[in-house]
């Protein structure tokens, strides 16, 4: 009891520093992912094309090459990145893949006959986007959207083999000064768990809140 | 001397790559393996009406759909030693990928397990065959082909996920990586390889998945 | 030939939850004999089938099986215990089942499907067991196509498969459920020939069915039945020609117009 007492205050910054990690990686990729998808949609064959590598390459490898590449590699060019530097631009550019991805399939979901109607009904394209599209694709995707926010949480434990002292990195550190195993483990899986399940809760309680989206049933 | 550019130093490190890509294979596929068993013996728990069995079972699918990969493989690999028992690097990476994968599969069947039509199991059960075979001879083969598609997919998933057990010792490819890194000081290069590695073995995957699946559909 | 029913149904019961669905049967079927259960739908029939080889485990009554008492064991004080699945397999033995939906297994080819119940649960060597399968697949004209998948048969076909199936296990009693209900029409003939020819071998059946014309040509006996209950049974001229109840002479008006109509 008076380990776990000493040691919480340690894990709850470290914890801090992991959300702080993933949310501006993800943060970044839902931004990178929009305009890959709007690349996608709109930009010609080529751009299609090429954001059709980039997710291809970015899906087809771990993540943990990635981090690597940014980290140790992109400073041959000149570009050098701290350590969280390098952890948050990683999962950006990883997440934006799935992002896209994501956006895709949220874009997929809006019958053809909706959009036949705001077309037959004289919207401008741009009005038919923000107000036809965006928001029935964002309520459908809400749900994989929060999932790829797990997923990138999950990743962001990668960061602790590049030192970043967030909540795997701390963990190690702390057993290696206390040879204490079992209640570091404990609060390391406590803590990740906690953290992805506040995620699934938050995205049930937001997906409750869209109207359109309640089902008879 | 000259430096070999840069197309041939590359090619150079391919042989020692490819060794490493031979043992990322190898435990990714014992993973996903071992995984597929565990899987179903967890769907059996998950869908068993005694709660003794089933909320365990749920319990243990939430923490490992819940923590990185990286965490589970940590715990196996370090929590035995310091109960005293030594894990090696290899045995506690395919145990952990294992334990993994098994969560996901549990869900993955869960999905093939529904859609065999109830008169096929009553067909065994009136023909006397044992739970067992049911299970292994009806539902079983009925469910890999149904899942296929997910089932490789989760193979891809773990084949990237499997990157990690460089950091407990298990020299795979991007421990590979890592060392051609470290020997010639050009990171960049190395860990691009080894990425191109890893999206050869994954496309391959995808692509063999394509074709098994075209194959069953024609039958 | 002894005189001792193959099946024997006493007082059987059935209920899911407060639903009642069957009230009480008594039935003996002989060696030989070839016994329909007709009826509107939600009587009881199927219920009562799939009692007979514990698919659907009675609550009440008595089912006997060549004398031996199915699914449960009476222990002291007459406290019955439902028997381990293994038991229930030795009671059933002699009894094989051909479904509605012909419930092929569809991984494997028609030869193996024929095949699997003789090789797992009879423990017959391989080779045994596909010359048996084949044997059964010739009798029912299906062995041209031993080595082709369920789905790419006819309905007809597969049900053929299905009795094919059933015959493998050289049954001494055979309960067949709706066989011909998932058939198109023009495919209900060949596999009630199937039945026809089975019959005149002396096969021993138990057939629920919908087809009131094939019940009267093929049937030694007609169990009429209603609201779980057997309500009228008897030879299927007596039946068909003079039933006694008004329940069953509204049942079976509608067919009587039909067959009389010119």
Known sequence: MQEFLELLPRFAVAALLTLELSLAGAALGLAGGFLLHLFRLGGGRVFALGCGVYVWLLRGTPFLSQLFIVYFGLPVLGLRLSAPEATVVSLAFYSAAYFSEIFRAGWAAIPRGQIEAAHAFGMTSRARFCHIELPQALAFALPLLANQLILVIKESAVASIITVPELTMTTSNIIASTYSYVMPYALLIAGYWLLTQSVAWLAQQAARRIPFLRTPS | MDTPDLFTRCLGYLPALLDGALNTLWVAGVGVGCGFLAGILLHRLLSSTNPWFSRPARVYVSIIRGTPVLVQLLVCFYLPSALGVEVPGLLAATIGLSLNSAAYQSQILGAGFAAIPRGQIEAARTFNLSRSQTLWHVEVPQVLALTLPALVSEMIDVVKASAVVSVISVTDLMRVGQQLSSSTYRPLEVYSMAALCYLALTSLLSLAAWVCQRRLARR | ?262
């Not at chain 3, 038991?87 to 509605?100: C, G, H, K, S, T």
């Not at chain 3, 009429?224 to 069953?248: A, D, I, K, N």
């Open chain 3, 1 to 262: 030939m002894s005189t001792l029913p193959i099946l024997k149904l006493r007082a059987v019961g059935k209920s899911y939850g407060e639903n009642r669905v069957l009230k009480g049967i008594d039935l003996d079927v002989m060696r030989g004999e070839i016994v329909t259960l007709i009826g509107p739908s939600g009587s009881g029939k199927t219920t009562a089938l799939r009692c007979m080889n514990f698919l659907e485990a009675y609550d009440e009554g008595e089912i006997w099986i060549k004398g031996q008492l199915l699914g449960y064991s009476t222990g002291e004080q007459g406290r019955r215990t439902r028997d381990s699945e293994a038991a229930i397999a030795e009671v059933r033995r002699p009894v094989a089942m051909v479904f509605q939906q012909f419930n092929l297994w569809p991984h494997m080819s028609v030869l193996a499907n024929v095949a699997a119940p003789l090789i797992l649960a009879r423990r017959m060597a391989k080779d045994e067991a596909r010359r048996k399968a084949l044997a059964a697949l010739e009798r029912v004209g299906m062995a041209h196509k031993a080595e082709a998948y369920p789905a790419r048969l006819s309905g007809g076909q597969q049900q053929r498969v299905g009795i094919a199936r059933a015959l493998a296990v050289e049954p001494e009693l055979m309960l067949l459920d709706e066989p011909t209900s998932a058939l198109d029409p023009e495919l209900v003939e060949e596999v009630q020939g199937v039945i026809r020819s089975l019959a005149q071998d002396g096969m021993t059946m138990v057939m629920v069915t919908h087809e009131m014309g094939f019940a009267a040509k093929i049937s030694n006996r007609v169990v009429f039945m209603e609201g779980g209950l057997v309500v009228e049974s008897g030879p299927p001229g007596e039946l068909f020609g003079h039933s006694r109840t008004p329940r069953l002479q509204q049942f079976l008006k509608p067919w009587l117009e039909r067959s009389l109509a010119p």
